[in-house]
């Protein structure tokens, strides 16, 4: 069992950056591997990055490849979403997620999910 809880949200102009934060509880982070997802207003929930267990190796969707950058501090317990350039399609409530399977774009794959923190670009 693992409690995530997500931090970091607000509002940007267009062309700015935020680092979200997810601080997981328990032991066994490591063992998780973890994603971002996001959803829109009247969308469904979307994909946006993935990082293994020890942090070595990434996925990114195609919409925010060079702009967003995942990364974990195991000791900390903590996965972080550096986000620049900001586009005001990047606006969504940003949540985190954890699996025990491998690297995966579905977010059914993910056992545990952090309530969210909302992001938002004016322009």
């Known amino acids: 069992q693992v409690q995530l809880v997500e931090s970091g949200g607000g509002l940007v102009q267009a062309g700015g950056s935020l680092r979200l934060s997810c601080a997981a509880s328990?032991?066994?982070?490591?063992?998780?591997?973890m994603g971002w997802f996001r959803q829109a207003p009247g969308k469904e929930r979307e994909f946006v990055a993935a990082?293994?267990?020890?942090?070595?190796?990434?996925y990114y969707a195609d919409s925010v490849k060079g702009r967003f950058t995942i990364s974990r501090d195991n000791a900390k317990n903590t996965v972080y979403l550096q986000m620049n350039s900001l586009k005001p399609e990047d606006t969504a409530v940003y949540y985190c997620?954890?699996?025990?399977?491998?690297?995966?774009?579905?977010?059914?794959?993910?056992?545990?999910w952090g309530q969210g923190t909302q992001v938002t670009v004016s322009s």
């Open positions: 997620a954890a699996g025990l399977s491998g690297m995966s774009i579905r977010s059914s794959t993910y056992n545990y």
């Open positions: 328990g032991r066994t982070f490591s063992s998780y591997v």
């Open positions: 990082i293994n267990r020890s942090g070595g190796n990434t």
